[in-house]
């Protein structure tokens, strides 16, 4: 039985980052990463990546802060209303930030050679992974015993 309240990622992966919470879209994976982060339980992913790092640099919140209340146990309805506290942004604006960090790409060629990289390792002939939350998708689920 998974325990989302502690995951294991070596188990099973994080939510997508497509997943939304109060609209805002990586915030529920930024709080698995987190609650994983905390058990010792990452696996092979990284807490404070350049994704996460987006979420904080938008909603000007500390990375430090943010783990620090998550562990004390907070629910995602309690993280939520911790964030909202903190983010001035409107509605809009979050929503408007979110579906741009769901298209968001590779804007130059290194970008555009790990993605093709990617998908040669994993022998996946798809060309329809345009962004890094495509990227993300995909990888979770090759990860866990996915075929390409």
């Given at each position: ?26 915030l529920?994976?930024?709080?698995d ?38 562990k ?21 604006e ?6 741009w ?48």
């Amino acid at each position: 039985m998974i325990n989302l309240s502690a995951p294991d990622f070596t188990q099973h992966p994080p939510r997508s980052t497509r997943v939304r919470l109060g609209g805002y879209a990586h915030l529920p994976r930024l709080l698995d990463k987190a609650r994983a982060h905390i058990g010792g339980k990452l696996g092979e992913y990284k807490w404070n990546c350049p994704l996460d790092k987006r979420f904080f640099s938008f909603t000007g919140i500390d990375a430090d802060a943010l783990l620090a209340e998550v562990k004390l146990g907070r629910s995602d309805v309690e993280m939520l209303a911790w964030v909202a506290a903190r983010d001035k942004h409107l509605t809009h604006e979050v929503i408007a930030w979110s579906a741009w960090l769901e298209q968001n790409g590779p804007g130059g060629a290194p970008g555009h050679e790990w993605i093709a990289s990617t998908l040669k390792n994993a022998g996946s002939g798809r060309d329809d992974i345009r962004s890094f939350a495509d990227m993300l998708d995909l990888d979770d689920y090759l990860s866990y015993g996915g075929k390409a």
